[in-house]
């Protein structure tokens, strides 16, 4: 975590390169915020050393890109080992996230995706080989995100509340 706190500047930064950050240049985010261009590309570079901005990635709609499954399956891990396993379970073909869950008997949530019923039955065998249990699977129909609206500096006071 960083040394500096998030302030209104940071937190603007954050909602528009979740808005889109592959088109929202810094000159852009500097109109916004009210600061310079050099600020804002400043800024950006240490919340990403920071490792507030973990990465930049595309937001693929896998149903229309070939592959109209999508599945969460609710693992159970032993809780020594769940943390650990995040990374192999990432590199099973057809994963595209791991969440770990820190309440509940089910401790990791795993997403897959697939063009068959096959693929995802692949995935949940890769699962139970690794030694988890797999106790749920949810067919899930649509998957849709929006930028945290806490960053959004058009509903935010002065204060960061």
């Known amino acids: 975590m960083t040394d500096d706190p998030i302030d209104d500047v940071d937190r603007a930064i954050l909602y528009a390169l979740q808005e889109d950050a592959r088109n929202m240049a810094s000159g852009d985010i500097a109109e916004r915020t009210g600061t310079s261009d ?36 609710y693992c159970t891990a032993a809780i020594s080992e769940r943390g650990d396993l995040v990374s192999d379970i990432l590199e099973i073909d057809g994963v595209v996230s791991v969440q770990e869950l820190v309440t509940g008997e ?23 080989d690794m030694g988890l249990t797999v106790a749920d699977e949810v067919l899930v129909r649509s998957h849709e995100t929006t930028p945290f609206g806490k960053f959004d500096p058009e509903t935010q006071t002065g204060d960061g509340s």
Request: glycine share 6%; charged share 20%.
């Open 38 to 73: 050099s600020t804002v590309r400043k800024r950006i570079q240490r919340l990403e050393s920071d490792g507030v901005i973990k990465g930049y990635s595309a937001s693929i709609d896998y149903q229309t890109s070939g592959y109209p499954l999508r599945m969460l399956l």
């Open 106 to 128: 089910q401790n990791l949530l795993v997403t897959a995706v697939g063009e068959t019923d096959s693929d995802i039955t692949t995935v949940a065998q890769e699962l139970l």
